[in-house]
């Protein structure tokens, strides 16, 4: 059964530890994590896209194919079906549906709207029991054709936005989407411990979570991180994966040409970098 990211995250900031999202794509990779978190007896918080949904041919599909697994893979450990980065349309549309947790991003509006906004998505989201996110000062490079510049978030706004009653709360501190570039300047600790101070105990959201170095990743998380999001490493190491076995001419051997044989590589590379993360996060044997 799906539940909130409400209390897994205030579990995790009270336990000093961070809770993975990690996003789907499609079966694979949904099927990859969830048994992964259960293996590890960990909780998860599984993120789409808008764009990820409407490949995967829309929000009830992807809600019937999670539920579904649930059941038949035996997960017992807490899972969340989160949007990520939702437009207001879209996370009215995956409220609806049936996802159990939601992240509108108005931080590209002026934060009078921004307010706005995410006040009438929470009071649509509090009458049925989902979590939400927001998001304050956009996370720099594009993800699904949202593209941030990478904004230090004001620690006042933060509080703004805080208060409206948010269960999670995304701030830009120098992190971005994607690969990191090597004049990259590294997260910006100090700004990250304002807003710490400015939203007391609220867990706060850390996107953007491929390439960050562990040390910087293990002091984000002492300074109130309770959510961490990573979806370019998965896709890189499910791409190599993919590409060693087509080159090596696996799938002319046989019946290597089974999509089953020819994806299998690619989602135990998924399987191990999401056990990696967990280690790494802390959240094993946490659920």
């Known amino acids: 059964m799906l539940v909130s990211a409400s209390k897994m995250l205030k579990d995790a900031r009270a336990g000093q530890y961070a809770v993975g999202q990690f996003n789907i794509n499609n079966l694979e990779w949904t099927k990859a994590i969830l048994q992964t978190a259960q293996e590890n007896n960990s909780p998860v918080i599984l993120g789409v896209s808008e764009g990820a949904g409407k490949y995967m041919a829309g929000y009830k599909t992807v809600v019937g194919m999670v539920n579904g697994m649930l059941e038949e893979l035996n997960i017992t450990v807490p899972v969340a079906l989160h949007l990520d980065h939702g437009s207001y349309e879209g996370a009215k549309k995956v409220i609806e549906a049936g996802f159990s947790s939601v992240m509108f991003d108005g931080s590209h509006y002026p934060i009078e709207e921004n307010i706005t906004k995410t006040k009438e998505i929470i009071a649509i989201a509090n009458s049925k029991g989902i979590s939400v996110e927001a998001e304050v000062g956009s996370i720099g490079g594009e993800e699904d054709g949202v593209v941030g510049a990478g904004e230090i978030a004001d620690p006042k706004e933060c509080k703004q936005i805080a ?20 004049n990259w300047q590294g997260l910006n600790f100090d700004a990250l411990a304002q807003i710490q101070d400015a939203t007391g105990e609220m867990p706060l959201v850390l996107h953007g979570g491929t390439g960050i170095p562990d040390a910087m990743i293990k002091e984000a998380i002492s300074l109130g991180v309770a959510k961490i999001n990573v979806n370019t490493e998965c896709q890189l190491v499910f791409a190599a994966a993919t590409r060693k076995y087509i080159e090596a001419g696996k799938d002319l051997e046989g019946k290597g040409f089974d999509p089953r044989k020819i994806f299998a590589p690619g989602v135990d590379a998924i399987k191990a970098i999401v056990k990696e993360k967990m280690e790494l996060f802390g959240s094993v044997n946490k659920a």
Do not use: F, K, R, S
């Open 163 to 182: 208060d409206l009653g948010v269960d999670m709360l995304a701030a830009g501190i120098g992190n971005i989407h994607g690969q990191y570039p090597e």
